[in-house]
Nanobody, 123 residues
Framework: VQLVESGGGLVQAGGSLRLSCLVSVRTFSYAAMGWFRQAAGKEREFVAAISADGGLTNYADSLKGRFTISRDNAKNTVYLQMNSLKPEDTAVYYC?????????????????WGQGTRVTVSS
């Protein structure tokens, strides 16, 4: 299973970015997906997750209303739309694949990870 994130970059505060994660696996439509992030000097933290069919989503409380997770099972891709970005959103963002249809907020419950894409929000 390979996960490749893209869409990161430098953006000013208040701006938007959309991250994508392409997953090379036949069973993508049976797997829950998650986004996590890790800022410098901090532990990896949960951002958002989505069930295999896209019908259930979870968000970190602090990000609700600004971030939206979605998926396109026909394209084996999960997205993270990030709006109203703040400098504290600066981090490396990782997508993760879970061998379960149900999403989880726990990093250890994910089986495969991408290499990450860096997001930098300037003030």
């Amino acid at each position: 299973v390979q996960l490749v994130e893209s869409g990161g970059g430098l953006v000013q505060a208040g701006g938007s970015l959309r991250l994508s994660c392409l997953v090379s696996v036949r069973t993508f439509s049976y797997a829950a997906m998650g986004w996590f992030r890790q800022a410098a000097g901090k532990e990896r933290e949960f951002v958002a997750a989505i069930s295999a069919d896209g019908g259930l989503t979870n968000y970190a409380d602090s990000l609700k209303g600004r971030f939206t997770i979605s998926r396109d099972n026909a394209k084996n891709t999960v997205y993270l739309q990030m709006n109203s970005l703040k400098p504290e959103d600066t981090a490396v963002y990782y997508c993760a694949y879970r061998i379960s249809t149900r999403p989880s907020i726990v990093p250890d419950e994910y089986n495969y990870w991408g290499q990450g894409t860096r997001v930098t929000v300037s003030s």
